[in-house]
C-alpha cells in the first residue's frame, strides 16, 4: 500500500528500495549458474543428503518466511489486527517484511535456478504414484495402529514427496502476488489486479502456517527426525540412519557404488552366496 504523506518522516524501503528485490532475482539465478551442485557420497559413516546449494536455499527460504509470517501478523491482515502501533511500528514491520521478502526471494529463486539446471532433482522431490498411501501407512505404523510397511522410502519419502507440492505451490503464490503488490507502488496497475493479488497473498499465508507447523513438527520435533534436521547443517546424514528409515535410498547407493557394504553386512552377504551355491 502507498503509505502517503508518513513516508516523508519514515522510510519505507518498499517504496524506496523496490528495486532491490528485482535485483535479488537477477543475482540469485546468477549464482544459481554458476552454483555446482553435489552427488551423494559417502564420508566415513555419513552420507551427504543436502549440499551447500541445497541448504543455501532452505535456510534462506525459511529464514525469509520467518520474518514475512512474523512481520506479516504485525502489520495486519485478513481477520488478523495490527499488533503495532503508530506509524513508526508500522514502518518497523513494513521494512522487516521487506528484508523477509529479499531472503525468501533469493532463497526460492535460487532453487528454481538450481532445479532448472539439474531437473532430476526436482523428479525426486515429486509424489508418485501411491504416496498418499504410503504417507498413511508410514505413519499409522508410526503410531502402533498397523504392522503394514510401505513402499521402500527413497532419499525422500511419502509424505516429504506430498508436502513439496503444496508447499512450492504456495511459495509461487505469495512470491508473484507480493512482486505485483510492490510493483504497484511503482506503476499504475488494475485495481482489480491489486485486490486479486492481496486476496491471493493472504489466503496463502494462513495455509502456508498451517502446513509449517506440520512439517516443523514432522522434520524438526519428532526424535526420528533430528537426523535429518542436522543434515540440514551439516548436509550429511548417518549411513545406518539411511539404511533403516529410508532403504531405497540406501539401496540406490550401493547399487551406484557411492557407499560400499559396512563390513558386517558384506560378511552376511557372501555366508548366504556360499551357502546358496551349496
Known sequence: MKQGAASQSHLFLFDHYWWVLFLTIFLALLYSAYTYRKDPHCVGDKVLRHDLAARISHWFNAGGMVILIFSGFGIGFLMFPR???GTDGAAFMFNLHFIGAVLFLFGAVYWVGNTFLAPKRFDEHMPYKGS?????IHYARMAGITNKSERPPGKYDASERLAFVPLTLLALFMGVTGIIKVSAHVWHLPKGLVTFATFTHDWSTIVLVI???????LAAVVPWAWPLLKSMITGYV???FVKHHHPGWYKELLEQG????PKTEDKNKNAKGEEDAK
Do not use: R, S, T
Open 258 to 261: 557411492v557407499c560400499e557394504l
Open 132 to 136: 498418499i498411501k504410503d504417507a498413511i
Open 211 to 217: 502446513l509449517l507447523v506440520f512439517h516443523i513438527v
Open 83 to 85: 499488533q503495532v502501533a
Open 238 to 240: 548417518p549411513v545406518e
